[in-house]
């Protein structure tokens, strides 16, 4: 079930995402109010333009605003956390590994992580079938 709701959102990402870059590529804005922008040269490679100590607070940030309104559980809420820790965690330990400054590979790991993060984040505050609006922003 966790497989098919992942794939599911990856479509949904993609297309999203394919939709946007036709549309011109408008940058998303953060729940702090600051913009995110993470469009890139559409590469694949070194899209990020955040690091990824920001897009992890803007992922807290945006944690916190679905539990406030209720679009995220408490459970969800613990598991996003847990993953929030394993990756600042692993963060730092490529940090120290690489004298203070990520590879190319270990960032390229904590994006990925990180954008599956996104996603669950994305899925948890807009469950499937749900109906009405709401007013959280996608980002990071």
């Known amino acids: 079930m966790n497989k098919f709701i992942a794939v599911t959102a990856l479509v949904a ?3 999203s995402a394919q939709l946007a870059m036709a549309k011109g590529g408008a940058a998303a804005s953060s729940s702090t109010g600051g913009s995110t ?3 890139g040269t559409g590469t694949g490679k070194g899209v990020h333009k955040l ?3 920001k897009r ?3 992922q807290h940030a945006r944690i ?3 539990v406030k309104n209720g679009t995220i559980s408490q459970s969800e809420h613990q598991q996003l956390a847990t993953e929030g820790k394993a990756i600042n965690q ?3 330990a490529d940090l120290a590994k ?3 400054k990520l590879s190319a590979t270990d960032r390229h790991t904590l994006e990925t992580q990180e954008d599956q993060r996104s996603k669950e984040i994305y899925n948890d505050k807009h469950p499937a079938g749900s109906t009405g609006s709401t007013s959280s922003t ?3």
């Open 37 to 39: 922008a993470n469009t």
């Open 64 to 66: 916190k605003q679905g």
């Open 13 to 15: 990402f993609v297309g």
């Open 138 to 140: 996608t980002g990071q």
């Open 56 to 58: 992890l607070k803007i």
């Open 51 to 53: 690091s990824p100590k």
């Open 90 to 92: 692993e963060r730092k």
């Open 98 to 100: 690489d004298g203070g």
